[in-house]
């Protein structure tokens, strides 16, 4: 397969796979036409793998001005919707964009110019990395979509399916991002980004419900911001460089910053850009747009916060990262790390399980932008790691969720008692994808203590980290006490599931174990030449089936020469946690004798075994338990002030550290 076909198939083929299953409003056949592209995807992602770094320019100038009509059409859509909806942010943003584009291209003339921009796909290890993700696991979080639209649209007793339309933006949404990882031309890069965006205003207003119009319009103009932080960034490379195309590559820009040949009036467009990334990942004050997204049906949610949308935000800081010049790379990583601290203390207070993942994934998108900020070779092995790992496991939880609520229909934590025994497998898969976010043998950990033996040239983004750290445990151990806290029963039924919950489920649940155990050669054969895309890889951290963790302290062995904190035995790991699981398998073998009623001080109404008790002049009360969430100090009402007040002034002091430097 030659490398046109393969660009083909992984930008292409979605958007054919869409149009058809727009068209086709048979049930199985729809299903059928997601499951081939999902399988196509995958085989040529993995094909990628095998092909290496390459470079591609179509021969045609034809796409060039394809992707323009498509560019302005998009932005005439944002203003008809800006319109429609009597939404002046939408529509400003739109203006923003499509007159100061207008005007460059065809009032200042550079519309020949921008032909000339080459390559406009370049394919390295890290833009393999994230075609990868995004094929592989958006494909699986597609195949579940069926029969979860099914389910969805059978409960809400829709007359008319809207599942061909659903379909279209969910798949589509691929192959834009695949075009957006794999260009270089940044033209082309604006143009699959706003792709994404009207994907993801699309998916979230699906069921057309007040709230969900509402929050896919916030989701648009803001990050219809970013689009305009774009443009502004295009046109400055454009005109203070002598209205020449050179710095219009992203591949131009990088080589420019490791040579130091990028110059400090540069700083502003990257920063630019840099901030254009940090919106689409939800970082703070932009997390709303991804909180409101929690409307939509739940493969949207797992698909913009696992492979998709939020992971466009973070690959371009990360890809930008070598242009950052020192002051810049701290501002970056202390609003990473700032983050990473107030969605871990906001994730505490949330009684949703939707927004309480939807809070973890913002912290730890936060984690990466911090990584990348930091720009040595520890920090970014920590980011892909934290890439692929935190996409494997929040695509599951996602997924888990979504089964969770199609089978009690509520996304309550409280109403999530006693899951252990109504839905076992469900909750067995939903509390092994929780401890993969914060416990060893898994993936993230290794990713997180990389980041915090990293993070340590900037303390006070190391300080908000450690401070973050200790807030996510609070909020897992949280929610999966109340998966366990059920009295056990004898004669447990697992529960079925359909074929298009279980393979995806199954798939990511072997992931986590597969990506944990292989994380030495997955570094070593994989992860270190996409790093090796980002900063100069001067050691190996993956010696046979471990990971060396760089420190500062104390020095490993002269042969390497390297500074160790220590290393991360993952088969050491993996058997602990093998005996470990034995345990709480004993709690499906109880005995009958074994069995003992909740403990009431011997005031149980009736049956030892009745929930309810004698209360206040002996009237009946029923027991009921509840959570605490610490509403009164981590709450959004008691902390959103300050976040936003704290999140805007340190986006102001980096862009006035840059415009200051700039001029």
Request: aromatic share 12%; hydrophobic share 55%.
């Given at each position: 397969?030659?490398?046109?076909w393969?660009l083909?198939?992984?930008?292409?083929?979605?958007?054919?796979?869409?149009?058809?299953?727009?068209?086709?409003?048979h049930?199985q056949t729809?299903?059928?036409?997601v499951?081939?592209?999902?399988v196509?995807?995958?085989v040529?992602s993995?094909?990628?793998l095998?092909?290496?770094?390459?470079?591609?320019?179509?021969?045609?100038?034809?796409?060039?001005?394809?992707i323009?009509?498509l560019d302005?059409?998009?932005?005439?859509?944002?203003i008809?919707?800006?319109?429609?909806l009597?939404?002046?942010?939408?529509?400003?943003?739109?203006?923003t964009?499509?007159?100061?584009?207008a005007?460059?291209?065809?009032?200042a003339?550079?519309?020949?110019?921008?032909?000339?921009?080459s390559?406009?796909?370049v394919i390295d290890?890290?833009?393999?990395?994230?075609?990868?993700?995004i094929?592989?696991?958006?494909?699986?979080?597609c195949?579940?979509a069926?029969r979860?639209?099914y389910?969805h649209e059978e409960?809400?007793?829709l007359?008319k399916?809207?599942?061909?339309?659903?379909?279209?933006w969910?798949?589509m949404?691929?192959?834009?991002m695949?075009?957006?990882?794999?260009?270089?031309?940044?033209?082309?890069?604006?143009?699959?980004?706003?792709v994404t965006?009207?994907?993801?205003?699309?998916?979230?207003?699906?069921?057309?419900t007040?709230?969900?119009i509402?929050?896919?319009?916030?989701a648009?103009?803001?990050n219809s911001?970013?689009?305009?932080?774009?443009?502004?960034?295009?046109?400055?490379?454009?005109?203070t460089n002598?209205?020449s195309?050179d710095?219009?590559?992203?591949?131009?820009?990088?080589e420019?910053?490791?040579?130091?040949?990028l110059?400090?009036?540069?700083?502003?467009p990257?920063?630019?850009?840099c901030?254009?990334g940090?919106?689409?990942?939800?970082?703070m004050?932009?997390?709303?747009w991804?909180?409101?997204?929690?409307?939509?049906?739940?493969?949207?949610?797992?698909?913009?916060?696992?492979?998709?949308?939020?992971k466009?935000g973070?690959?371009?800081?990360i890809?930008?990262?070598p242009a950052f010049?020192?002051v810049?790379g701290?501002?970056?990583?202390?609003?990473g790390?700032?983050?990473?601290?107030?969605?871990?203390?906001?994730?505490?207070?949330?009684?949703?399980?939707?927004?309480?993942?939807a809070?973890?994934t913002i912290?730890?998108?936060g984690?990466?932008?911090?990584?990348?900020?930091?720009?040595t070779e520890?920090?970014i092995?920590?980011?892909?790691?934290?890439i692929i790992?935190h996409?494997?496991?929040?695509?599951?939880l996602?997924?888990?969720?979504?089964?969770i609520e199609h089978q009690?229909w509520?996304r309550?934590i409280?109403?999530?008692?006693?899951?252990?025994?109504?839905a076992?497998?469900t909750?067995?898969?939903?509390?092994?994808g929780?401890l993969?976010?914060?416990l060893?043998?898994?993936?993230m950990?290794?990713?997180?203590?990389?980041?915090?033996?990293?993070?340590?040239?900037?303390p006070l983004a190391a300080i908000?980290?450690?401070?973050?750290s200790?807030?996510?445990?609070?909020?897992?151990?949280?929610?999966?006490?109340r998966?366990?806290?059920?009295t056990?029963r004898?004669g447990?039924?697992?529960?079925s599931?359909?074929l298009?919950?279980?393979?995806?489920?199954?798939?990511?649940?072997?992931g986590?174990?597969a990506?944990?155990?292989?994380?030495?050669?997955?570094y070593?054969k994989?992860v270190?030449?996409?790093?090796?895309n980002v900063?100069?890889?001067q050691?190996a951290?993956?010696?046979?089936?471990n990971i060396?963790?760089?420190?500062?302290?104390?020095t490993?062995?002269?042969?390497?020469?390297?500074e160790?904190?220590?290393?991360?035995?993952v088969w050491p790991?993996?058997?602990v946690?093998?005996?470990?699981i034995?345990?709480p398998?004993?709690?499906?073998?109880l005995k009958?004798?074994e069995?003992?009623?909740?403990?009431?001080?011997?005031?149980?109404a009736g049956?030892?075994?009745?929930?309810?008790?004698y209360g206040?002049?002996?009237?009946k009360?029923?027991l009921?338990l509840?959570?605490y969430?610490?509403?009164?100090?981590?709450?959004?009402?008691?902390l959103?002030?300050?976040?936003y007040?704290?999140a805007?002034?340190?986006?102001?002091?980096?862009?006035?550290?840059?415009?200051?430097?700039?001029l």
């Amino acid at each position: 397969m030659s490398l046109e076909w393969m660009l083909a198939v992984a930008i292409l083929l979605p958007l054919i796979a869409g149009i058809l299953v727009y068209l086709i409003r048979h049930y199985q056949t729809r299903g059928l036409i997601v499951i081939v592209t999902a399988v196509v995807l995958i085989v040529n992602s993995i094909y990628f793998l095998r092909w290496g770094p390459d470079t591609f320019t179509p021969g045609s100038p034809m796409w060039g001005t394809i992707i323009t009509i498509l560019d302005y059409a998009m932005l005439l859509f944002y203003i008809y919707v800006g319109l429609s909806l009597k939404n002046w942010l939408v529509l400003l943003f739109a203006l923003t964009q499509v007159i100061p584009l207008a005007w460059w291209e065809f009032g200042a003339g550079a519309s020949t110019a921008l032909e000339k921009i080459s390559p406009a796909f370049v394919i390295d290890q890290l833009s393999i990395v994230m075609v990868m993700v995004i094929s592989i696991i958006g494909s699986l979080i597609c195949v579940y979509a069926i029969r979860y639209m099914y389910d969805h649209e059978e409960h809400k007793k829709l007359e008319k399916s809207r599942q061909p339309r659903f379909f279209f933006w969910l798949v589509m949404f691929l192959g834009a991002m695949n075009g957006l990882v794999l260009a270089d031309n940044l033209m082309w890069l604006y143009f699959f980004w706003e792709v994404t965006t009207l994907c993801c205003f699309q998916l979230i207003a699906h069921d057309l419900t007040k709230e969900a119009i509402n929050n896919g319009a916030r989701a648009l103009w803001m990050n219809s911001i970013g689009g305009t932080a774009m443009v502004a960034a295009m046109m400055y490379l454009y005109f203070t460089n002598g209205n020449s195309v050179d710095y219009l590559t992203l591949s131009n820009i990088i080589e420019a910053g490791r040579n130091g040949s990028l110059g400090a009036t540069l700083m502003l467009p990257v920063a630019l850009m840099c901030f254009t990334g940090m919106i689409k990942a939800a970082q703070m004050p932009f997390q709303n747009w991804l909180l409101g997204a929690m409307v939509a049906p739940t493969p949207v949610s797992a698909l913009l916060h696992s492979s998709t949308m939020v992971k466009a935000g973070v690959y371009l800081v990360i890809r930008l990262a070598p242009a950052f010049d020192p002051v810049l790379g701290v501002m970056v990583a202390i609003c990473g790390a700032f983050t990473f601290f107030a969605a871990s203390v906001l994730a505490i207070s949330q009684t949703t399980g939707k927004r309480v993942l939807a809070y973890s994934t913002i912290a730890n998108l936060g984690l990466i932008v911090a990584c990348a900020g930091i720009n040595t070779e520890l920090s970014i092995s920590a980011a892909i790691l934290l890439i692929i790992f935190h996409a494997i496991s929040k695509g599951l939880l996602f997924l888990c969720a979504g089964t969770i609520e199609h089978q009690i229909w509520s996304r309550e934590i409280e109403d999530m008692e006693g899951l252990a025994e109504k839905a076992p497998l469900t909750t067995f898969i939903t509390i092994t994808g929780m401890l993969s976010m914060f416990l060893p043998p898994f993936g993230m950990l290794l990713g997180k203590w990389m980041a915090l033996e990293a993070v340590y040239v900037v303390p006070l983004a190391a300080i908000l980290f450690v401070l973050a750290s200790a807030a996510t445990m609070v909020f897992w151990a949280k929610w999966l006490g109340r998966l366990l806290q059920v009295t056990p029963r004898l004669g447990r039924k697992i529960e079925s599931l359909s074929l298009s919950y279980t393979v995806p489920l199954w798939s990511l649940f072997a992931g986590i174990f597969a990506f944990g155990i292989g994380v030495a050669p997955l570094y070593d054969k994989f992860v270190r030449a996409a790093v090796g895309n980002v900063v100069t890889v001067q050691h190996a951290f993956a010696e046979g089936w471990n990971i060396l963790i760089p420190g500062a302290a104390t020095t490993l062995s002269a042969e390497k020469g390297i500074e160790m904190l220590g290393s991360y035995p993952v088969w050491p790991l993996f058997i602990v946690f093998a005996v470990a699981i034995v345990l709480p398998l004993l709690l499906v073998s109880l005995k009958p004798q074994e069995l003992r009623p909740v403990y009431l001080c011997g005031e149980q109404a009736g049956d030892v075994d009745t929930d309810e008790w004698y209360g206040a002049a002996d009237q009946k009360t029923k027991l009921e338990l509840g959570g605490y969430y610490f509403k009164g100090a981590a709450s959004e009402e008691a902390l959103n002030t300050w976040v936003y007040l704290i999140a805007i002034a340190l986006f102001v002091i980096m862009f006035g550290i840059v415009v200051g430097v700039s001029l």
